[in-house]
């Protein structure tokens, strides 16, 4: 390989450094991430809140908090498939008493259900992608 | 590696430097799991797409300070050309060129971007943070959003992050122009007699004017 010149090399280094920048600008390396005072001021459990869960039910509070076998019980959902936190949601697949696949969205700060979908009657279009 | 064929005609020589070929390999490998695991599961996903972003970030360092055939300026022509060089490909007459054809070499500027936008895109909405400050206005404003942009992320009020339609929209773009890009070598490989496929992983071509 021939000699590189400096000039070149840093132009390289540049350029390389500059896109590395720009990825990490877009996973919000340089955003004015709220900072999380509250973190003192965490609910019950040690989990600490999400930024402004100063929120009721205190079960349910904290990042990647997931609901107990009794929270769900008390949804009435005893087997679950799927338990998921999804964007400030927690997801829940499971089945109904009819045997079909429901999904329950619950506020991950609150507990309380968001919303429910029935996913599918049949196994088959269960398989599809679950975001609309 | 092995030195079974018989050059009747030019010499074998090395076009394709050993990181190239296999970053082309990793890359197209990554490419496929992330777009298999379409997100999920989540590790597999990401983990492929950092791998990605190391790439491409790689890949640019490597188009200027790499050896010769890796680098832009040996293969970026003017638009003009390529589309020239597409035409004459068509027309059964396009000029063989040993390191990347006009055209073959704006499609690695393509899937250059098209891939960048796609990792930029895909840490964006993992970060609910969703975009660095300065845009967040912008992109607010596309969204429509009621709330202050980074609060109602934080507070998970959205259901989905705005990136995700953008990031699909990427990467379907991505997987467009890799289908472009073999059918390209395809024929490209089949107008020039060589079999480009092979080039790439024993990096030789055989040289010609």
Redesign the interface.
């Known amino acids: 390989m021939e000699k590189l010149s400096p000039l070149r090399l840093s132009l390289a280094a540049a350029a390389g450094g500059l896109v590395l920048l720009g990825f990490a600008a877009a996973a919000g390396a340089f955003a004015g991430r709220a900072p999380e005072p509250q973190q003192i001021a965490a609910p019950a459990q040690a989990s600490p809140p999400r930024a402004q869960s100063a929120s009721p039910a205190q079960t349910f509070a904290g990042p990647g908090y997931l609901p107990t076998p009794e929270a769900l019980a008390q949804l009435g959902i005893t087997n679950p498939i799927k338990i998921e936190r999804d964007y400030g949601r927690i997801e829940i697949k499971h089945h109904d008493a009819q045997g079909r696949i429901v999904e329950t969205y619950l506020d991950a700060a609150t507990g309380a259900v968001v919303k429910q979908e029935i996913k599918s009657v049949d196994a088959n279009s269960e398989r599809e992608r679950d975001h609309d | 590696m092995t030195d079974t064929d018989a050059p009747s005609k030019p010499a074998l020589v090395t076009v394709w430097d050993p990181l190239i070929r296999i970053g082309h390999w990793v890359l197209l490998a990554a490419v496929a799991i992330a777009l298999i695991t379409?997100g999920e599961p989540e590790l597999l996903h990401q983990g492929a797409g950092y791998v990605i972003?190391a790439y491409?970030?790689?890949r640019?360092?490597?188009?200027?300070?790499g050896?010769?055939r890796a680098r832009f300026e040996t293969f970026v022509r003017s638009p003009i050309d390529a589309l020239r060089y597409l035409a004459d490909l068509v027309g059964g007459k396009a000029k063989r060129h040993v390191g990347h054809s006009p055209a073959g070499g704006w499609m690695v500027i393509a899937l250059l971007v098209t891939l960048?936008g796609t990792?930029?895109?895909g840490?964006?909405m993992?970060?609910?943070?969703?975009?660095?400050?300065f845009m967040?206005p912008l992109v607010a404003q596309a969204v429509g959003e009621r709330a202050e942009f980074?609060?109602a992320a934080?507070?998970?009020?959205?259901?989905?992050?705005p990136w995700?339609e953008v990031h699909e929209a990427f990467a379907n773009l991505v997987l467009a122009l890799a289908l472009l890009h073999v059918a390209g070598v395809a024929v490209a490989s089949f107008a020039h007699r060589e079999n480009l496929t092979r080039s790439m992983i024993d990096g030789r071509k055989h040289m010609e004017e």
């Not at chain 2, 640019?60 to 300070?65: K, L």
């Not at chain 2, 934080?154 to 992050?161: D, I, L, M, N, P």
């Open positions: 379409r972003a491409v970030v790689w640019v360092v490597w188009g200027i300070a050896p010769q960048s990792v930029a895109t840490l964006a993992e970060n609910r943070v969703p975009v660095p400050a967040a980074g609060e934080e507070a998970g009020e959205r259901e989905e992050s995700e």
